[in-house]
């Protein structure tokens, strides 16, 4: 079924380029509403940007406004999203509800994904996806960001997933969705504030032209979304050992607080943030600019490069 458009909002900017088949990188906007406290959200958002446009590359956050689907949102707009009280946190299932209610809804990865693709965006920049939770054989508590890898077509550059996930079970499930996982310039799948995760992956890719020749048959052969794993710049990369106690304390206070569903993730986030002071907040932020800037060289490599 052809998707209806009439939900789109595209920014000038955002139209013009992908008129042009320019290059053009759309950004989450649940992690500026979520994921990161104020003001540093508002901060972040603004130097990924920063960051696309310095590569030559077009930026596309995208958001939920008064029954549209806006892709690029404005400064503005971004403001309010990072500083509203209620916000809706829109995946996939969120999606419809957000639109028909005109609430204001910031966009998951999948539901990023999702709308971006609407829009033919074929790049996207974000920190950590959604994963298998741990615990979940009981929970079942398994982001729709995993499913929505298998369905759109959309190459997704991470920093590896959240380290409040279960990684091993993160990968089965990639695998079982038929998700290619890229381990750029490294062996291992990256534990978001961490470089290395001990998980070997299956494969590597060290150039960005076999990036975007890789993604380029991916989508001819229409088997839809790719991860990119970037680990976190080495200077803002945390030690492992305390973070670890410090997720393992968050995840004890979320069981009994009763946190559960799409609540868990922003909930976690914030306890790992407030016990290691800060220091996994400025990781967050380093690694999403050191994504935003790769996803652009990526697009830069599909789109300009074409031999
Ligand atoms: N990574 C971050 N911060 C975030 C998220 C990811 O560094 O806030 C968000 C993303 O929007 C991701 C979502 O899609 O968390 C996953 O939520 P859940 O586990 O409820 O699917
Ligand atoms: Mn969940």
Redesign the pocket.
């Known amino acids: 079924m052809q998707q209806n458009i009439s939900y789109l909002t595209l920014s000038s900017d955002v139209q013009a380029a992908l008129k042009a088949k320019q290059a053009v990188v759309a950004l989450?906007s649940?992690?500026i509403a979520?994921?990161?406290p104020y003001p540093q959200n508002l901060e972040v958002a603004q130097a990924m940007e920063s960051a696309i446009r310095a590569e030559g590359a077009v930026p596309a956050t995208v958001g939920i406004h008064d029954g549209k689907i806006v892709i690029g949102l404005s400064q503005a707009e971004i403001e309010r999203l990072g500083t509203a009280e209620h916000v809706l946190?829109v995946?996939r299932r969120d999606l419809a509800v957000a639109l028909a209610t005109g609430k204001l809804g910031?966009?998951?990865?999948?539901?990023?994904m999702l709308c971006a693709s609407m829009a033919g965006i074929r790049f996207f920049a974000?920190?950590?996806?959604?994963?298998v939770?741990r615990g979940a054989e009981t929970s079942m508590?398994i982001?729709?960001?995993l499913t929505e890898l298998a369905r759109t077509p959309m190459l997704v550059v991470?920093a590896g997933a959240?380290s409040i996930l279960d990684l091993d079970l993160t990968l089965e499930y990639l695998e079982t969705q038929g998700v290619p996982v890229l381990g750029w310039q490294t062996d291992e799948f990256p534990a978001?504030y961490v470089r290395s995760s001990g998980r070997r992956l299956s494969q590597r890719v060290d150039d960005a032209t076999t990036i975007a020749a890789i993604a380029r048959v991916q989508w001819e052969c229409r088997l839809q979304g790719l991860v990119v794993a970037c680990p976190i710049p080495e200077a803002y990369a945390m030690d492992p050992a305390p973070l670890e106690i410090a997720t393992g304390e968050a995840l004890r206070q979320a069981k009994q607080e009763g946190i559960r569903?799409?609540a868990?993730?922003?909930f976690l986030?914030e306890r790992v943030a407030q016990a290691t002071r800060g220091e996994s907040v400025e990781a967050?932020k380093a690694?999403?600019v050191n994504n935003a800037r790769w996803a652009a060289r990526f697009a830069r490599a599909y789109y300009y490069d074409r031999a």
């Open positions: 989450e649940t992690v979520h994921g990161l946190k995946s910031a966009t998951t990865v999948a539901g990023t974000t920190g950590g996806i959604g994963g939770h508590d982001s729709a960001d991470c959240k978001f569903g799409s868990t993730t922003p986030l967050n690694l999403l």
